[in-house]
């Protein structure tokens, strides 16, 4: 199917860029951080990917900003560049121009070769990475920040023993309730009511968390802290934010060989991140319109470069951001524009509102993206598939989790292309020994394609074949037999000869493939039958000289 364009709609754009603006703010601070990069960073590759990235995307759900798959990448590359972010800034831009000759070129079509196990498990890798990620917030350990790796693998249950003992019950009554909110605002009844269908979930929940937060101010167990709300430090008004800005060091481009490398390293997995999340994002939409990707891999190098020319973090389609805009019930692109420019005017007029907000409110918005991205429907569905599809999905799961992404994927790649190996070994041709009837030939069908991944399952057969019996290799319905496969062929068609083995080939393949192939295998023949023929005259000799003496 084709991509759909979709006119604007207040009554569902709306509601869903501001539940997207609740779930980017966080994340775009917490990435920034944990990029060891500025805070102000975070906060305009934000409105940089809403705005002019959602503008030029053909994608109808997807929303750009800050990736956390590229957190470490971004603080190594500051740190190879002298810890200047202005170099950095610099490679980013450079990225940018590499991404739009990917898109120029065309070659975003290399989406479309993600088997639906990887991508499946790649989703549900980041829906529990992003829940226990948010465990230590929504129950007051603001300790870390929102783009750090999680529980580590090998000390989970250390890691929550330390985040229970840093509890804060205000924050826990605080995310219970926001979680209620959420899941009652995901009931039928709610959908019908004529009011609060147009209300998202998150902003009552975060209004009342809010609340909840002034009526906690003066019990020493209950209130929270500044640590366990939103924290836009040195940001109090539009003057602050346009005096953080920072621009690239384009002199440093041209007397360093590693600012270029970085901008390759970034054009690549940022593309890498954006096709997967394109792919993963047209799956969860309800219409299955498909994202030119070409178009996509255009509008992220717009993004990177703008973002890289005031001061902004590489930029990527995220699909933390854009699954939530798809289940709170978006209908075009201008829900992630929206939600750019609500980052930009509430930065610029209203910061001091954003840090009343507590983290464990937002945390519980995450709990429930997280929840649906990872649900248990999911993972028994894939494994009814069979293990060919329920393996590369769980090794992507837990690997995403473990090692990020980008490894994840790649990994979970590797494990689905040798299933495929695997399947092809198995199911190139079509034969059974054990359907064989006595008296009849065998008989081995092949496929359209034979290649030469189909070369060692075919040799495999044609040694299954008894001695003295008769085969007949069907090839009517082959288009395409590479050079691999005729040596096969004409192997066994030698062999064939002294294991007494009559063997026929049908094929309609063009006339001088046959004809040569035929040759061929009359010359080899001929000479098989020679030698034996000479074999037996020198044996009938010797008899003769026996019988006279």
């Known amino acids: 199917m084709k991509y759909q364009k979709a006119s604007f709609s207040p009554g569902s ?33 934000g409105i940089v990917g809403g705005i002019i990235v959602g503008t030029i995307s053909g994608s109808r759900f997807g929303v750009s900003g800050p990736a956390a798959g590229l957190m470490t990448i971004v603080a190594g590359a500051i740190a190879t560049l002298g810890g200047s972010f202005e170099t950095f800034l610099a490679a980013v831009v450079i990225a940018g121009f590499l991404q739009i000759l990917l898109g120029v070129f065309k070659l975003g079509f290399i989406a479309y070769y993600f088997p639906n196990s990887v991508i499946n498990g790649m989703l549900a890798g980041i829906g529990v990475t992003i829940f226990l990620k948010q465990i230590p917030h929504a129950i007051g350990d603001d300790r870390t920040d929102e783009g750090s ?7 989970i249950w250390q890691d929550f023993i330390e985040t229970f003992d840093a509890i804060n019950y205000g924050a826990v009554i605080i995310s219970v309730i926001s979680l209620v909110i959420l899941i009652l605002f995901q009931q039928k009844f709610i959908a019908k009511n004529k009011l609060l269908k147009f209300v998202p979930g998150s902003m009552v929940a975060v209004v009342i968390a809010i609340i909840l937060n002034f009526l906690f101010r003066g019990n020493g167990e209950l209130e929270l802290g500044q640590a366990h709300l939103v924290n ?14 920072r621009f690239p060091n384009f002199s440093a481009a041209f007397s360093s060989i590693h600012v270029w490398v970085t901008g390759g390293l970034i054009a690549i997995i940022a593309s890498l991140e954006t096709l997967l999340c394109v792919e993963a994002t047209d799956k969860m939409d309800p219409s299955k319109n498909v994202t030119p990707s070409n178009l996509e891999l255009i509008a992220q190098g717009t993004g990177n470069i703008v973002s890289g020319l005031i001061g902004g973090l590489p930029i990527t389609q995220v699909i933390v951001r854009s699954s939530a805009n798809i289940n709170s019930g978006a209908k075009s692109k201008w829900s992630a524009v929206l939600h750019g420019a609500l980052l930009f005017l509430c ?17 519980a918005v995450l709990l429930i993206v ?6 248990p429907k999911k993972f028994k569905e894939m494994y009814n598939q069979g293990w060919s599809q329920f ?17 994840g994927v790649l990994i979970g790649l590797g494990l689905a292309f040798l299933f495929i190996l695997y399947n092809n070994f198995a199911h190139s041709f079509y034969f059974k020994s054990d359907e064989h ?24 057969v044609f040694k299954e ?19 691999d496969i005729w040596d096969v062929i004409e192997s066994f068609e030698t062999n064939a000869i002294e294991r007494q083995i009559k063997c026929t080939v049908k094929c309609n393949l063009p006339r001088d493939k046959n004809e040569s192939l035929a040759a061929l295998l009359s010359t080899k023949k001929q000479k098989m039958m020679d030698s034996k023929l000479s074999l037996s005259t020198l044996m009938g000799r010797k008899v003769d000289e026996n019988d006279n003496v």
Do not use: Q, R
């Open 347 to 363: 930065v610029l007029f209203i910061p001091s509102v954003l840090k009343l907000i507590p983290l464990s409110a937002l945390a």
């Open 232 to 245: 836009l430090k040195n940001i109090d008004g539009p003057t602050d934010f346009f005096s953080n800005i």
């Open 437 to 460: 009837k006595e008296g009849e030939p065998y008989v081995i069908h092949l496929s359209e394609h034979m290649t030469f991944l189909n070369k060692a399952s075919l040799i495999k």
């Open 465 to 483: 074949i008894p001695n003295g019996s008769e085969v007949v290799i069907d090839m009517t319905n082959t288009l395409d037999v590479d050079a």
């Open 13 to 45: 754009d709306l509601p869903s860029s501001i539940v997207v603006f609740f779930v980017a703010l966080p994340l775009c601070l917490g990435i920034a951080h944990g990029s060891e990069a500025p805070l102000m960073s975070g906060l305009i590759a």
């Open 149 to 155: 790796e999680g529980f580590n693998l090998s000390h």
């Open 391 to 407: 393996i590369p999905f769980a090794v992507t799961v837990v690997l995403v989790w473990k090692l990020g992404l980008l490894n």
């Open 370 to 375: 997280g929840f649906k991205l990872a649900h």
